[in-house]
């Protein structure tokens, strides 16, 4: 009876741990943030957070604020200072990152992007130290086009509104599956940047209908897909 009360728990993201917290798997694997004990075939947590059980995995899922940058992650910055050779940028991180003025696709000396403090960017975590400030990259390998075409993923963000949320909340949103961007793409055209750094920034045809989308977002952590379908629905009747 335990056994199953701790799974539904689980399922629902409501068993709490702290890192050497033992982990029962119920037959189930270690996923991130849950250690095996070769020894004793135990499990244990090594992280603090919020067990879940997502297939036939057992996760720790991290609620740190403080985004730690890693090589190759996808941000949302805020440009705070401006430099002859490098912007400097906040992605919600122990230290400041920088972007040089030149990594952006097609850019030259004489023909570079012009930001102004203030401004977003999506960008790419270009190379990460803990002792040194994160380099970022607008540089997309995946296009040939210019950053004049406005048409490449990484660069300035225009308009609409930006808005930050934990860490786990920025993960579960970046997955393929996402219930709640899914469901709200069904009836509302929006354009979505979500960072791995917990910041989004989103834009939609109206400032209204900007608004009760990021209201949306943030009210569908901890919600069922039942909750979520039954809140988008209340949401097109307004709209009709």
Same mark, same amino acid.
């Given at each position: 009876?335990?056994?199953?009360?701790?799974?539904?728990?689980?399922?629902?993201?409501?068993?709490?741990?702290?890192?050497?917290?033992?982990?029962?798997?119920?037959?189930?694997?270690?996923?991130?943030?849950?250690?095996?004990?070769?020894?004793?075939?135990?499990?244990?947590?090594?992280?603090?957070?919020?067990?879940?059980?997502?297939?036939?995995?057992?996760?720790?899922?991290?609620?740190?604020?403080?985004?730690?940058?890693?090589?190759?992650?996808? +941000?949302?910055?805020?440009?705070?200072?401006?430099?002859?050779?490098?912007?400097?940028?906040?992605?919600?991180?122990?230290? !400041?990152?920088?972007?040089?003025?030149?990594?952006?696709?097609?850019?030259?000396?004489?023909?570079?992007?012009?930001?102004?403090?203030?401004?977003?960017?999506?960008?790419?975590?270009?190379?990460?130290?803990?002792?040194?400030?994160?380099?970022?990259?607008?540089?997309?390998?995946?296009?040939?086009?210019?950053?004049?075409?406005?048409?490449?993923?990484?660069?300035?963000?225009?308009?609409?509104?930006?808005?930050?949320?934990?860490? !786990?909340?920025?993960?579960?949103?970046?997955?393929?599956?996402?219930?709640?961007?899914?469901?709200?793409?069904?009836?509302?055209?929006?354009?979505?940047?979500?960072?791995?750094?917990?910041?989004?920034?989103? +834009?939609?045809?109206?400032?209204?209908?900007? +608004?009760?989308?990021?209201?949306?977002?943030?009210? !569908?952590?901890?919600?069922?897909?039942?909750?979520?379908?039954?809140?988008?629905?209340?949401?097109?009747?307004?709209?009709?």
């Amino acid at each position: 009876a335990q056994a199953a009360l701790w799974s539904d728990r689980c399922s629902l993201g409501m068993a709490l741990c702290l890192p050497g917290d033992e982990v029962p798997l119920l037959d189930g694997s270690a996923g991130p943030g849950v250690a095996l004990d070769p020894d004793s075939g135990r499990a244990f947590a090594t992280a603090a957070g919020v067990l879940r059980r997502g297939g036939n995995e057992v996760s720790v899922e991290n609620l740190r604020k403080r985004y730690i940058p890693h090589q190759g992650d996808l +941000v949302v910055g805020i440009v705070t200072g401006r430099g002859a050779e490098v912007y400097k940028v906040d992605i919600r991180a122990p230290s !400041s990152a920088f972007l040089p003025c030149l990594a952006f696709n097609g850019a030259t000396k004489r023909n570079r992007p012009a930001i102004e403090v203030g401004t977003l960017v999506y960008a790419r975590v270009e190379a990460a130290h803990p002792d040194l400030d994160t380099e970022l990259s607008c540089m997309d390998p995946n296009t040939k086009k210019s950053w004049t075409t406005g048409e490449v993923l990484l660069g300035e963000l225009k308009g609409g509104l930006s808005f930050e949320v934990a860490l !786990s909340a920025a993960h579960r949103l970046l997955e393929v599956d996402s219930f709640v961007l899914d469901r709200l793409g069904q009836d509302f055209a929006y354009e979505l940047c979500v960072g791995q750094n917990g910041r989004i920034w989103l +834009v939609a045809p109206t400032a209204r209908e900007t +608004v009760l989308l990021l209201q949306a977002i943030r009210r !569908s952590f901890g919600m069922s897909d039942v909750q979520v379908a039954a809140m988008v629905a209340k949401m097109v009747e307004v709209f009709s």
